[in-house]
């Protein structure tokens, strides 16, 4: 009953956040909807392996066998805390921006939320899909209204890109449902469904290209960089820090254990794609002078590894690639508010026009730093313990991948020094004044900070979470 | 049974309103109250059986699906005398008569839903078709009206005569008109009856619109009062759809691998044009017109396989896109402007109008929540009950629901994403409420479909 709580208060909130006038209290509602969200994340995760609350089951189409059934395994205790953490983190450092019609924007926030609940609890199929086209509408909508030029034709782009890659995996839905021996969506029955091997190849790439069109894995990642850039950066955000995760947790879900065969073999392939995806992205990050592309097309490397890790059929492998979920959403949300805060007061986005921000604003700029090098996982930072455990999986699998891997840690401290270099130092340009970072932002991103060093000092409650979904994932993979 | 005599009562009943009462409103009024009784009548014979029984000496018979089917046409015909009444009235002075029509209209929908006799089905889908071409030259200071009906005339003529061949040959080939003598299962195959079938198949697909018999539907949908555009690509739709079904229904089991491929052909056809010609309008309500040939696509997938998935799934197509095109032709009528620039800016003149309309375009568009989505999802699960024989079919027919969106969404960016100012009339507070309750019961529909489903059974 707690879990449905995950998705509903945040709808509920939505729908008063559309019916309020002020803006305050549309913040306001927010702000505790996703606190209270966070609460009841909390408690959750407390509870012990087996309580009844973590699974919920309820008869929604009776007829063809679909149920309103939520579960919260590991996997999904990971990115719904991101969930709510983020939320949390995104509304206290956009406290201050202002939009238009703003009690509109927080409402879609919200519905993003709830949606995206709802894509990491389903264990329903039919539920799954609901869900997980349901999460893209609000975006559509936040980013096509509040994004900057070009909005419409990016964000439009980005939709159907996206639509083409859900619906084909309706098919391969229906398909499954129909070979369940029980005819039904539920999670259990699509694990034992039994397919030849055609039927494997087939299905096993429908539903990979949905997935791999959000996370986004190359080649399908050409929506990533311009959606990133348009969308308004709070929205950026929650596109960068956990929808990208709808990907990655679905092969989790539904790939790995759906077509265990399959998966292991075009894992060869899925890991050559990532890799390469990993380079060629790093290398264009290299090159732009657009902070926001670079960080786009950074993020598009990091999901690369994370998704090679998932098909190296290693429990190392696993476990860093769970870590790296959390660990990546708080990053370069972190990566974002920065960003945020720079292009709020300047209208700046291109590093070659930005330089001496360091003096100005001392404060902003050691959070940028801080964030920065958790983005190049420095050690003692989260993304170490995570990339680590990923390239010791990447290693025992193909020595080889993990050295052409490897040339992107190099590749990542490049660009993301270059940035910080060109941001914060340099010569100053005279055309603007930054002020330091204010009270609300200065909290969020201390949390962000803090969440870096605890998670990179003392990583074992992180992975204790994922623990107990990477047994289960190695117990029907690795047979 | 019960619509078939009472709708024609009713029309009568309608013409004799028309000269008594002078104000259009009052005709208005009586035309809505009317059309709700011939609802509940409709709804009384589903639980408790005709009022009259009559002995149609087995040319005629209903059961709970056409019953339901009937029920939601009827649902949505109300709904479309709330939401577009006064559009009628504006259309010319004979308010009362395209009231009366529209009432015979049901008459033909009775018995093309319920027959059993061939003879039947031709009489019914005359019924439906001649006062629709009154109908589309009411306007008849509009050339292009007149010059809709005419072609809309021309062609239905034509499509009448193929038809009447069709019965004509199978007549020929068993010697009876009975729906269940010329059932294959017992009626040895010969080419009379092939032809046969296979004309009044030309026939039937020019009535819903499938490609390759569509030419008429863009022209006629455009030329026609907006109003009465929307009855046609809507309730008119659904009953040639459900006098499709019937026909095939019987003969199925033994056709079943050659019929796939016919109408896996048509559906292909169908989507592939109907889609893509769609994009490339100019004009909201001729990308309606095609959108409504796309939509027909789709709905062909429950001729593809006679199953338990497409019984429901066409019940649930019917009413998702029923209300969602009335709702969306409605807010269509309003406009000053049909093209797509002229929604622009529509979204901060009228809020609640463009939002419902968003709706409307999200369910024919197939997202979830609506019931766009769960009317798609059981057409596509019909056709992948039988396996993956034509997973091309299914594959293009995914591809041709992303396309769709395209077009939509071009009018929900036109009333939302760009400025411009979108001129709208006459825009009562009833009128809106009304619209929300509509997007409303899209809404229900798209995450409790089996609360208009369990219709079927109980």
């Given at each position: 009953m707690i879990l449905v709580s995950f998705i509903f208060l945040p709808l509920i909130a939505a729908l008063i956040s559309f019916g309020i006038k002020q803006e305050s209290v549309a913040k306001t509602v927010s702000l505790l909807a996703s606190l209270a969200v966070l609460g009841i994340v909390a408690y959750e995760l407390t509870l012990p392996a087996g309580s009844s609350a973590l699974q919920y089951s309820r008869i929604w189409l009776g007829s063809i066998n679909s149920n309103f059934s939520l579960l919260l395994d590991g996997p999904a205790k990971i990115t719904t805390l991101l969930t709510a953490v983020s939320f949390v983190v995104i509304f206290l450092a956009t406290w201050k921006n202002s939009y238009a019609d703003v009690n509109q924007y927080y409402g879609l926030m919200l519905l993003t939320m709830s949606g995206l609940m709802g894509v990491f609890l389903a264990s329903d199929a039919l539920l799954f899909y609901f869900f997980w086209e349901l999460a893209l509408v609000p975006v559509y909508f936040l980013c096509s209204k509040w994004?900057?030029?070009?909005r419409i034709p990016v964000t439009f782009k980005f939709f159907i890109y996206t639509f083409v890659g859900s619906v084909l995996m309706l098919i391969g839905i229906i398909y499954l449902y129909n070979k369940t021996p029980d005819q039904s969506f539920a999670w259990k029955s699509f694990k034992a469904v039994v397919l030849i091997n055609k039927e494997q190849l087939y299905f096993f790439w429908f539903f990979f290209v949905a997935f791999a069109i959000k996370m986004p894995i190359f080649p399908f990642h050409t929506w990533q960089p311009d959606t990133y850039e348009t969308a308004p950066t709070s929205t950026t955000m929650v596109l960068s820090g956990i929808m990208v995760k709808m990907g990655l947790f679905a092969v989790i879900r539904w790939l790995l254990p759906v077509f265990p065969e399959m998966s292991s073999k075009m894992g060869n392939i899925v890991v050559v794609l990532s890799i390469i995806g990993i380079i060629y992205a790093s290398l264009i990050a290299i090159r732009q002078d657009n902070i926001k592309r670079l960080i786009a097309y950074s993020s598009i490397a990091h999901i690369g590894l994370m998704n090679a890790a998932l098909f190296l059929h290693n429990g190392y492998a696993y476990n860093g690639a769970l870590l790296q979920f959390f660990n990546h959403g708080i990053n370069i949300i972190g990566l974002w508010i920065v960003v945020d805060i720079i292009e709020q007061q300047t209208?700046?986005?291109k590093m070659s026009e930005l330089g001496g921000l360091a003096h100005q604003a001392p404060r902003l700029a050691i959070m940028l730093v801080v964030v920065a090098l958790a983005n190049i996982a420095?050690?003692?930072?989260?993304?170490f313990v995570g990339e680590f455990l990923m390239f010791t999986g990447l290693f025992q699998y193909n020595v080889w991948y993990a050295v052409v891997a490897g040339i992107s840690i190099i590749l990542a401290a490049v660009y993301t020094l270059g940035m910080i270099q060109k941001v914060l130092y340099g010569?100053?340009?005279?055309r603007f004044a930054v002020k330091d970072l204010m009270p609300l932002q200065s909290l969020a991103l201390l949390l962000i900070v803090a969440m870096i060093f605890i998670a990179g000092v003392f990583p074992k409650p992180m992975l204790e979470l994922g623990q107990a979904g990477v047994k289960a994932i190695s117990a029907v993979v690795m047979k | 049974m019960n619509l078939i005599i009472f709708g024609g009562l009713l029309g009568v009943l309608m013409m004799f309103a028309g000269i008594l009462l002078k104000d259009k409103r009052q005709v208005s009024m009586v035309a809505l109250l009317l059309m709700v009784a011939l609802a509940v009548l409709n709804a009384w014979e589903m639980n408790h059986g005709p009022v009259f029984h009559v002995n149609t000496a087995d040319m005629l018979a209903t059961s709970r699906f056409n019953l339901l089917l009937n029920e939601i046409m009827l649902g949505a015909c109300v709904i479309y005398f709330l939401l577009s009444g006064r559009d009628i009235e504006k259309v010319g002075n004979y308010v009362a008569e395209y009231y009366a029509l529209i009432f015979f209209i049901f008459t033909g929908v009775g018995i093309a839903t319920s027959y059993t006799n061939l003879l039947m089905l031709f009489l019914g889908i005359e019924i439906i078709s001649i006062p629709l071409y009154i109908l589309t030259g009411a306007d008849k200071r509009n050339l292009k009206s007149v010059e809709a009906a005419l072609k809309y005339f021309l062609m239905g003529s034509f499509s009448t005569g193929i038809m009447l061949m069709g019965i004509a040959l199978i007549y020929g080939a068993g010697?009876?008109?009975?729906l269940s003598k010329f059932n294959l299962q017992f009626t040895p195959i010969s080419y009379n009856l092939v032809g046969g079938l296979l004309l009044i198949l030309v026939s039937m697909a020019f009535k819903v619109s499938a490609v390759p018999f569509h030419f008429w539907t863009p022209d006629v949908y455009d030329g026609a009062p907006t109003v009465f555009t929307s009855f046609m690509a809507t309730i008119v739709k659904v009953a040639a759809f459900v006098a499709f079904i019937k026909l095939f229904e019987g003969s199925y089991g033994i056709i079943q691998e050659k019929w796939q491929l016919v109408i896996s052909i048509i559906i292909a056809l169908t989507l592939l044009i109907g889609n893509i010609t769609a994009v490339f309008q100019q004009s909201v309500k001729r990308m309606l017109a095609y959108s409504s040939i796309a939509q027909a696509g789709f709905m062909l997938f429950a001729l593809f396989a006679f199953n338990f998935w497409a019984r429901e799934g066409i019940v649930l197509y019917a009413a998702a896109y029923s209300l969602a095109t009335i709702g969306m032709f409605a807010v269509l009528a309003r406009m000053e402007d049909f093209s797509f620039e002229g929604f622009n800016g529509f979204a901060k003149k009228e809020p609640v109008v463009a939002f419902a309309a968003t709706i409307f375009l999200l369910s024919l568009a197939g997202i979830p929540i609506t019931a766009g989505f769960f009317s798609k999802y059981y057409m596509v699960a019909s056709a992948l009950a039988g396996g993956g024989k034509y997973l091309w079919l299914l594959v293009l027919a995914m591809l041709c629901a992303s396309v769709s969106v395209y077009y939509y969404f071009r009018v929900i960016q036109a009333m939302y994403f760009k400025t411009g100012d979108a001129v709208a009339h006459a825009v009562t507070p009833a009128f809106k409420y009304l619209l929300v309750a509509v997007a409303a019961l899209v809404i229900i529909l798209g995450v409790m479909p089996q609360a208009l489903l369990q219709y079927l059974y109980f």
């Open positions: 994004g900057g030029e070009k209208g700046i986005r420095l050690p003692l930072t989260n993304a010569e100053k340009n005279e | 010697g009876s008109f009975l």
